[in-house]
């Protein structure tokens, strides 16, 4: 699909959630790369008004390059299914499960999809018995943030209820998650396409904000080291898990693989980063796709859906 076909393409970008910085370079990254192919692009600074700010604006499809709540769960595309608008990544609901980790991983249960043991954290919790059923080795995650914001490794009840309350500072839903040992991947998928996995290797105790955004020793393994059998294996595993939430467009799922060799599925990301250090963008070059053609293809997918 050309520019011209495409109209006038809203690049929405940084919100008001904490993930507001990395927001801002993925939104820049991909209006430079559309200005550079020609694009007629307008920058949308999303700053709580949403509604009044899109609807004074004129415009033929929206890039949503938002993170975390308000862009990525559902609410920003209900703004624009009110518009009638065409947007990149998936509808409503999907977008709202995807960014509710806890909810994501009851759909993924149901579906006998592999994901870690979990647990609901609250007050009340039985720090203890948790503790034991996860083995002493959990990981504490606000359930709607991204970018690992917010997120510990624990090994006691001590720990468990430190992390939760720390955890709850970001989100009122937080789980604590049995901690796989093992190699990290991630799947991006591109219109109905599992592209080539990515491992992921960093110094950090995982793969944690720091790891993802500032820190230049992190590892990204394309190829990813996996059999070719077992790449092809952990691509239909993530394309099931993304297919089962409803998600459309584009979008990553993150796994672990045990030291058996078992694969666990983490979460689903349905507007992943597009920065310098993101890995949709990287695995989309490892594919021959380019970052102005990867974000042009998703413009397009986004208009195609629109109109069907």
């Not at 959630?17 to 692009?41: M, P, Q």
């Not at 694969?263 to 507007?271: G, H, I, P, R, V």
Request: with cysteine.
């Amino acid at each position: 699909m050309s520019m011209d076909q495409l109209g006038k393409i809203a690049v929405l970008m940084g919100g008001t959630s904490a993930e507001r910085k990395v927001s801002l370079r993925s939104g820049n990254a991909v209006a430079d790369a559309l200005e550079s192919i020609g694009g007629n692009v307008v920058r949308v600074d999303i700053q709580g008004h949403a509604i009044s700010q899109l609807t004074e604006l004129d415009f033929d499809v929206a890039f949503i390059a938002l993170h975390g709540r308000g862009g990525e769960d559902g609410t920003i595309q209900g703004v624009l299914e009110w518009l009638d608008k065409p947007y990149t990544g998936s509808g409503v609901m999907a977008s709202a499960l995807a960014m509710d980790k806890w909810r994501t991983k009851m759909i993924w249960m149901a579906a006998g999809l592999p994901t870690p043991q979990a647990y609901l954290l609250d007050e009340q919790s039985d720090w203890q018995a948790i503790n034991t059923s996860l083995a002493a080795n959990a990981i504490v995650k606000p359930a709607r943030e991204g970018s690992s914001i917010g997120m510990r490794r624990v090994h006691s009840p001590d720990e468990l209820r430190s992390s939760y309350e720390y955890a709850s500072e970001y989100d009122g839903l937080v789980l604590a998650e049995r901690w796989v040992q093992g190699r990290e991947f991630t799947v991006a998928i591109v219109d109905g396409e599992a592209l080539p996995v990515i491992q992921l290797r960093t110094s950090h105790e995982f793969y944690d904000y720091d790891a993802k955004y500032q820190s230049n020793d992190t590892e990204y393994l394309l190829p990813c080291g996996l059999e070719e059998s077992e790449e092809r294996a952990l691509q239909e595993l993530a394309l099931k898990a993304f297919n089962v939430l409803g998600a459309a467009g584009w979008g990553r799922i993150d796994v672990m693989q045990d030291e058996q060799g078992s694969f666990w599925l983490l979460e689903a990301n349905t507007s992943p980063g597009m920065t310098d250090h993101s890995l949709v963008p990287m695995a989309a070059r490892a594919a021959g796709i380019e970052f102005a053609e990867l974000v042009t293809r998703l413009l397009a997918e986004a208009k195609q859906r629109h109109e069907q």
